[in-house]
Nanobody
Framework: QVQLVESGGGLVQAGGSLRLSCAASGSIFSINVMGWYRQAPGKQRDLVADITSGGITDYADSVKGRFTVSRDNAKNTVYLQMNGLKPEDTAVYYC???????????????WGQGTQVTVSS
């Protein structure tokens, strides 16, 4: 099995910064894409940012220029540096990883438990 454990959420004032971390552990041969999604109350879960094992990144338009996604492949860990936070960034943030457990080039999706980010105005 594979576990994703997130940390770093919390309460911050508008304009502030937070850094989220997500470490994957368990039966892992390789990880393709790792990323962050968020879900606000009453809304669907949307992509915030993701990064391939080769370092190619993708961002939601709403966070471009403010958020930075990075990863440490040796540690199976992905990070999300969030600067210039706005009240509309308030949501539960979920880590996601596409994991090949056995070297068969079959990737399954795994999710973290979620971490709350609240931005006050």
């Amino acid at each position: 099995q594979v576990q994703l454990v997130e940390s770093g959420g919390g309460l911050v004032q508008a304009g502030g910064s937070l850094r989220l971390s997500c470490a994957a552990s368990g039966s892992i041969f390789s990880i393709n894409v790792m990323g962050w999604y968020r879900q606000a109350p009453g809304k669907q879960r949307d992509l915030v940012a993701d990064i391939t094992s080769g370092g190619i990144t993708d961002y939601a338009d709403s966070v471009k220029g403010r958020f930075t996604v990075s990863r440490d492949n040796a540690k199976n860990t992905v990070y999300l540096q969030m600067n210039g936070l706005k009240p509309e960034d308030t949501a539960v943030y979920y880590c996601n990883a596409e994991v090949d457990q056995y070297g068969r080039r079959r990737y399954d999706d795994y999710w973290g438990q979620g971490t709350q980010v609240t931005v006050s105005s």
